[in-house]
């Protein structure tokens, strides 16, 4: 997502290329500061409500992203795009301390194996889906404004799936006797 920003701020407001990278910007910064920052705060046992808690403020903000577009001035998405983005930075930076909760160390590498070929996917061709999503979506007629509105809803879509996934899963590893106990 954070690759369409300069054009999605371009085609829905009809803003110049230079304001709409200059959003972009702003709406990288606490992507950076949030990257660090929630991976530092982040205990054992907080984790999963943390990452659910995020994903599910993502999935509602990218749902909401059509509404703010077509009746809210440029600043409420930059907000909203800032929001999301540092939940993106603050889960993706709690990837490792997730997957600790759920494997012991010795396995993580083979648990880093199985999950980053579905995250590259999602990194290489997230953005590219969302751009000819847009172009379909101007080729049927579909104004500049409401053009990204599908690749939105398929993204709060995926998000609102994350967070019942990550539920499903905090269950269960809660149901399950500790790590620890499990060794002794």
Not at 90 to 113: C, K, N, R, W
Not at 150 to 170: E, G, P
Request: proline share 4%; net charge neutral; with cysteine.
């Amino acid at each position: 997502m954070k690759m369409l920003l300069t054009s999605i701020f371009q085609s829905s407001y009809d803003v110049p290329f230079l304001t709409s990278a200059n959003m972009s910007v702003l709406t990288l910064v606490l992507y950076a500061i949030a990257r660090g920052a929630c991976a530092y705060l982040a205990k054992p046992g907080v984790v999963f409500p943390m990452q659910i808690a995020m994903l599910l403020l993502t999935g509602a903000l990218y749902g909401s992203y059509a509404a703010i577009i077509q009746h809210l001035p440029i600043w409420c998405l930059v907000i909203a795009k800032t929001i999301t983005g540092g939940c993106f930075a603050a889960v993706m930076g709690m990837q490792s301390l997730t997957l600790l909760e759920v494997y012991e160390p010795e396995e993580l590498s083979e648990a880093f194996t199985r999950l980053q070929p579905f995250a590259g996917s999602g990194f290489a061709f997230g953005p590219v889906i969302g751009y000819y999503i847009n172009l379909v979506q101007k080729s049927r007629g579909v104004g500049d404004q409401s053009a990204y509105n599908l690749f939105f809803y398929l993204s709060a879509a995926l998000y609102l799936a994350a967070a019942a996934n990550m539920t499903m899963l905090h269950h269960r590893l809660s149901t399950r006797p500790e790590k620890a106990q499990a060794h002794e």
